[in-house]
């Protein structure tokens, strides 16, 4: 099946700063999502972003489908950020309904 | 438009019981998805199910686990005898379209 790399796994930070998060797969993609879990165990959806750039606020993401990557930009950071940063890919080869997780970037912003 | 919702959130159970964790998707949302979260294992797909079918069980265990999403009513995930390893976060998603899915809050089952 797919698989699907995120860097780095660890991130720390002092509120304010800026960061960049990856996300590599290994094969086609028709479905690529962007989630934010909260320390209360909450999944929350970010960017649905199988291509292109989209941006919400201080986050934006970008996908390059070809080249198989996307990136998760976090401007201006927050404590209120903090948590774990999954990324999930449906592939084309197989079942886009299934969404193969990454194994996330663990981020803490320090105030 | 409420989110998806599931409850309980959390559920403990005695080993050999069974659990029954229940799902509403969201409103005009027809697919349903269930993924465990174990704690060294991360969040994996298990089972991707439309109105009275089971589409996708690839990711079920093979036994002790079903699942149903019936005409009326929410989604059900069911877990019979249930043994410490099942201790996990079980999380639901909707969407309306095979693609886009949005995940409820989860239920936290704690087997003791």
């Known amino acids: 099946g797919i698989q699907v790399e995120q860097s780095p796994p660890d991130l720390i930070l002092q509120e304010g700063a800026n960061s960049t998060l990856r996300c590599n797969f290994s094969?086609?993609?028709?479905?690529l999502q962007w989630f934010h879990q909260n320390p209360w165990g909450q999944l929350i959806n970010l960017f649905y972003?199988?291509?292109g750039t989209k941006q919400n606020g201080r986050l934006s993401a970008t996908t390059v489908a070809t080249e198989r990557y996307s990136l998760l930009y976090i401007s201006s950071s927050q404590t209120t950020d903090s948590g774990v940063y999954f990324c999930a890919v449906g592939s084309e080869g197989g079942s886009a309904r299934q969404l193969t997780f990454g194994s996330g970037t663990q981020l803490t912003v320090l105030p | 438009n409420a989110g998806v919702m599931q409850n309980p959130r959390h559920l403990v159970r005695r080993r050999g019981q069974e659990a029954r964790l229940r799902c509403s998707p969201m409103?005009?949302?027809?697919?349903v998805y269930w993924y465990r979260q174990l704690p060294e294992e991360g969040l994996k797909f298990m089972v991707y199910l439309q109105k009275e079918n089971i589409i996708d069980e690839s990711g079920m265990p093979k036994e002790r686990f079903s699942a149903e999403f019936p005409k009326e009513g929410p989604s059900i995930l069911r877990i019979q005898q249930v043994v410490r390893g099942d201790s996990a976060a079980y999380f639901c998603a909707s969407s309306p379209t095979p693609y886009e899915q949005y995940f409820g809050p989860g239920t936290r089952l704690t087997v003791t």
């Open positions: 409103k005009g949302h027809s697919h």
């Open positions: 094969d086609s993609v028709n479905n």
């Open positions: 972003i199988p291509s």
